[in-house]
């Protein structure tokens, strides 16, 4: 799906958007499991002596607390998995702090799911903070490659890419053509390489080659009227009238 630049932007800012409320509504239900646990701790140090003795003597603590203080499962579990010490710990002060703090928070969060223009303007003030968070004069937006121009391009002959090595080429008497990689200096070695050669071209006519090569070749005519091609790697092929 091929997006326009106006488009993509207005699809981005709604993923934003229900990401901010799919957040805010997880955080929502923490703050209400977490008030639920705090409002139970509050009625346990109201009534501190009392859950200490239903704790010490009672067969099944967990009803009679429930059935008396009228709490919830989770609170009556919450407050028989603290131990004494911990329960005679309990701050009021604290707790009811906790709880304002949380019933700020809460409320505030019901505000934003319930206003898309609360929810543009919270969109607004993240995206500013990340900006100054990770814009480029921070350490963690500056850029951390340079860009510098590209060394210039160096043009080179494919013929640098050939090798070059002395060849001998070689004319027999039956009117072959061949050539030998390394210079020929003595009358026995042209005899031998003549051989070789004139072997070398008849056992080419019935094979074909089996890849290709970038070494260069020659066109020669022989005095007979025959013709080969000379590749300068030591092959030969045969000559044709």
Not at 24 to 40: F, N, P, T
Not at 224 to 237: E, K
Request: hydrophobic fraction near 35%.
């Amino acid at each position: 799906m091929v997006m326009g630049l106006k488009e993509l932007l207005e699809n981005w800012v709604r993923s934003q958007i229900d990401i901010l409320q799919r957040r805010s509504q997880h955080r929502l239900d923490q703050i209400a499991r977490r008030l639920e646990l705090v409002e139970g701790y509050i009625i346990a140090f109201l009534n501190l002596d009392r859950v200490i003795e239903i704790i010490r003597y009672e067969d099944d603590p967990k009803a009679v607390m429930m059935e008396e203080f009228k709490l919830t499962d989770r609170q009556a579990e919450a407050i028989l998995n603290m131990r004494l010490r911990s329960l005679r710990k309990l701050e009021e002060m604290a707790l009811r702090q906790e709880k304002d703090e949380l019933l700020a928070e809460q409320d505030e969060l019901e505000k934003l799911l319930g206003s898309p223009a609360r929810q543009r303007t919270r969109l607004k003030r993240d995206l500013n903070a990340l900006r100054k968070e990770y814009g480029e004069d921070t350490l963690l937006g500056k850029r951390r490659t340079r860009i510098e121009e590209a060394a210039p391009a160096v043009e080179f002959s494919m013929d640098a890419m050939i090798e070059k090595a002395p060849v001998t080429v070689i004319l027999s008497q039956k009117g072959w053509i061949g050539s030998a990689e390394r210079a020929v200096t003595s009358r026995s070695t042209r005899n031998s390489n003549t051989r070789k050669a004139t072997n070398s071209a008849l056992s080419c006519t019935h094979k074909r080659p089996t890849r290709s090569s970038s070494r260069r070749k020659t066109g020669a005519f022989t005095p007979l009227g025959r013709t080969s091609c000379l590749v300068h790697a030591g092959s030969a092929s045969r000559s044709s009238r």
